[in-house]
């Protein structure tokens, strides 16, 4: 079953447009799940930035 679903990131360009990523910061997704937020994120840092994601749910 989980294998078919398909998740759409609500607000994914203001959560992260709302962080004002500099290309050198660092950064924590505590709730990584299938990467939304963390893949625009990175998209933005440069090689000295970095990103941290983590999360609990094991189902994510």
């Given at each position: 079953?989980?294998?078919n679903y398909k998740h759409t990131t609500v607000l994914l360009d203001e959560a992260v447009n709302g962080l004002n990523i500099r290309p050198d910061g660092i950064y924590i997704d505590g709730t990584f799940g299938r990467g939304g937020h963390s893949r625009l994120i990175l998209s933005q840092?440069?090689?000295?930035?970095?990103?941290?994601?983590?999360?609990?749910?094991?189902q994510a």
């Open positions: 079953m989980m294998e840092l440069g090689e000295e930035g970095r990103l941290l994601a983590i999360d609990r749910d094991p």
